[in-house]
């Protein structure tokens, strides 16, 4: 993203949010020491380490419920779809509105 910004000449200061829904993955991200127990890939975890001691990047933690990219990965309750598709401000073009 921040290659992107750069591209389209738009400042962007502030750390991009990472959201995830795993806290022991947040955890790993940020603490060295945990990641000896783990089997993750070596090399992403250096990558987003680097970048949050950069500064460029912050976790946030995020229930998996409140997850927008799950409507676009997963099957979902058509209940938790729709509340998920208002969040994004979509609507159904094919809603009958006479």
Do not use: W
Not at 31 to 49: A, G, L, S
Not at 76 to 90: A, F, Q, R, W, Y
């Amino acid at each position: 993203m921040k290659i992107i910004f750069d591209d389209l000449k738009v400042k962007y200061e502030a750390p991009m949010e990472l959201v995830c829904d795993n806290k022991c993955a947040i955890s790993i991200a940020h603490n060295p020491v945990q990641h000896d127990r783990t089997k993750h890939v070596e090399i992403d975890r250096h990558f987003i380490k680097e970048k949050l001691d950069n500064g460029l990047i912050a976790t946030k933690y995020i229930p998996s419920r409140l997850q927008l990219a799950d409507m676009f990965t997963k099957g979902l309750p058509i209940e938790h779809l729709k509340d998920l598709t208002c969040k994004l401000g979509m609507i159904d073009i094919h809603v009958n509105t006479t």
